[in-house]
């Protein structure tokens, strides 16, 4: 039976790979991904064959894998983070029944939520919400619900894809329904390029938030009413008497 | 400037540790831990003092790794999953200020969201939500309240620390409340011992959830009104064309 490892690859840089994901990444015979998350690991792997796919063709991207597998090569498709985190791992559960002859195993990752929260501090040291602002496959009117319901529970909330080129304004969007339920002091942060070139992490309030400048590289928290700075990181209390 | 090491070891073999806590663990003096994760690391590391707290003494343990980093060692606290859900960077961060000659540094790690959600298939493939069932912090209220906006939004749910020794039925209590929200066929899962010995994963529905004895090993998964199984497999749909 041949195999198809779908390999979540963590935030960044390598210290963000697991052991699994590195022999996974070993085995494999050919590297299927998204180029961005290629071009991370492809420098260590100079003797592997990759395929390279844009951003928008997902299903492509994983039939290729599939085919790949199926054809009797070791398969590696590369995520970003978690390949369950709004990564490729549904799309490949969705269509591995049509490759009957393929085996699947997906190697879980460090997602943007914990390598971004590990840089800020700890602000999902209680219960949380991952959403993505992205309403190109989910619409805009879900997003909101969610949003509200997250922030009327006092979820901490860690927002995904929170702006693109396409779409300006997403962020200012949520957070002017967010402060519809929490004070514009919030702590909330932002973490750019995690474990990468250009690595950055910011405190800010949500009102600040409102006008920050988010880009496809972005995942921003916004903490619960128990969320503060300690000692300039940002820290949502689990309750522990100290 | 002294050091600790706030070490997220993922959830349980050596393959869910990333090369970053690798290498932090082995650069430390001491570690220190719940005797559960060290238990799960000592055997790598025979040359290296350990110091072990029960599972009660959060805040003194937390303690004991920031005084031994200002006593001039390199100190590990060593934390299952991630540390920064539902683990120890929140309280290290906030005890951090007491030790200003203490460097602070966490390693984020594969948390059982996401190692458990590899397990079953791709559950948490859209916004979800993790919420802890364990009242000893947090009121049963406030967990209430959060399940049930969280189920009203159609977030998948990720319920962390579902039963304990003294906590018999509060996942049967969740399911009922649930039950008032979603379907008794809604697709549910439960992983145990994610990477260890014992390790096992069910696919069941809501209806089945209800009776399931869940314990302090158990993640338990509740799709939204999407999820469904493919091939055995727990996916909740992004909306990609196939």
Not at 33 to 61: C, N, V, W
Not at 187 to 194: D, F, H, P, T
């Amino acid at each position: 039976m041949s195999k198809l490892y779908v390999i979540g690859i963590g935030p960044g840089d390598e210290a963000g790979i697991t052991l699994g994901a590195q022999r996974a990444l070993e085995e494999c015979g050919v590297l299927v991904g998204y180029h961005k998350y290629i071009g991370l690991i492809a420098g260590r792997y100079p003797d592997k064959p990759f395929l390279i796919t844009s951003m928008t063709q997902e299903a492509q991207r994983c039939r290729m894998a599939l085919e790949r597998a199926a054809a009797g090569d070791t398969v590696g498709l590369v995520c970003g983070g978690d390949p369950g985190v709004y990564g490729m791992a549904g799309l490949v559960c969705e269509l591995a029944p049509e490759y009957p002859g393929v085996q699947v195993e997906i190697i879980p990752g460090v997602t943007a939520a914990t390598g971004g929260a590990a840089m800020l501090g700890a602000p999902l040291t209680h219960d949380f919400a991952a959403v993505s602002l992205s309403d190109r496959l989910t619409s805009w009117q879900t997003i909101e619900k969610r949003l509200r319901a997250a922030a009327e529970a006092d979820f901490v909330l860690c927002l995904y894809n929170p702006a693109s080129h396409a779409r300006a304004g997403y962020l200012k969007r949520a957070c002017e329904l967010l402060l519809g339920y929490r004070a514009a002091g919030t702590v909330c942060g932002a973490v750019r390029n995690i474990a990468r070139v250009g690595e950055e992490a910011r405190i800010m309030t949500l009102g600040e938030l409102v006008e920050f400048d988010a880009d496809m590289s972005t995942t921003v928290f916004v903490g619960n009413t128990q969320t503060r700075v300690v000692g300039g990181r940002m820290v949502t209390p689990r309750g522990y008497a100290l």
